[in-house]
């Protein structure tokens, strides 16, 4: 499932030349574009649901059967987008538009590790230390744990019934996604102090502790899976953010296979 509802900042909309952020111009092509030819060309991928209002869809030339119109909020989108997919699929890979540099082996190493788990919710995380060379000092929301400083990266791979029949716990957690505060305070004080302390002091809480307070959040079993490299982890946000995938980008897609 291809998220692309979300709309621009003003500085990003100047810099991507369109307020509607799936659409932002990376050498020629919409940022939404990247991603949508990963997905086609991911072997664990069997079939794609682009998430969109209709200019996204004519942008990319998307059939009427890979697309799914904005319904509301996020999580809406999300569990509309889920509904869109054929009867037969048990779980749903969840990616944004604004991911480019994600490639179909990040996909297909993600799909595999979160099915071998055989959990109902495999998020993904970028750890800091993978942010090497080029990709050495990007900006993220960071959060440090016992095994190192970690950032959401991007990718969910979520079990298909879990999704639709517990909207309200999905949209609970969703709308904490971006306060890492707000989050820890939601799953215990204990767990929100140790957040809070640790910027400060050697005090950690593990992975495995927040696993298990996101599953008592959720009601469905969790895991964090540590991302191999950085590509998935890194999203366009800013004027700043569009520059620096269009500095990694080949002008054209390698190996583009069209709409």
């Not at 969109?52 to 869809?57: G, I, L, M, N, P």
């Not at 969790?222 to 590509?231: D, G, I, M, N, T």
């Not at 800013?238 to 054209?252: A, I, N, T």
Request: glycine residues 10%; charged residues 20%.
């Amino acid at each position: 499932m291809l998220l692309a509802g979300g709309r621009a900042s003003a500085g990003l909309a100047a810099a991507g030349g369109s307020e509607n952020k799936a659409l932002a111009d990376i050498h020629g092509w919409p940022m939404v574009r990247y991603v949508w030819e990963a997905l086609a060309r991911a072997e664990t991928v069997a079939h794609r649901v682009l998430v969109s209002d209709e200019r996204v869809r004519q942008a990319l030339g998307v059939r009427e059967g890979e697309w799914c119109p904005c319904s509301g909020g996020p999580v809406d989108n999300i569990v509309s987008g889920a509904e869109a997919l054929p009867d037969t699929v048990t779980h749903v890979l969840i990616v944004s538009c604004d991911t480019p540099l994600v490639r179909p082996a990040d996909l297909d190493g993600f799909v595999g590790a979160s099915l071998d788990l055989g959990v109902s919710l495999c998020y993904s995380v970028l750890d800091q230390r993978t942010c090497t060379g080029a990709f050495a000092g990007v900006r993220k929301t960071w959060v440090r744990v016992r095994e190192g400083t970690l950032a959401g990266g991007n990718l969910a791979l979520v079990s298909r019934p879990f999704l639709v029949d517990h909207q309200d716990r999905v949209r609970q957690a969703f709308e904490l996604r971006k306060s890492p505060f707000a989050l820890a305070m939601r799953l215990g004080i204990t767990f929100a102090l140790s957040v809070v302390l640790g910027r400060f002091l050697p005090i950690r809480v593990g992975i495995a502790v927040v696993e298990q307070r996101a599953q008592r959040l959720l009601g469905c079993d969790v895991k964090a899976l540590v991302l191999p490299s950085p590509e998935p982890g890194i999203d366009v946000d800013k004027p700043e953010d569009l520059e620096f995938v269009r500095g990694l980008l080949e002008p054209r897609p390698p190996g583009a296979t069209g709409a």
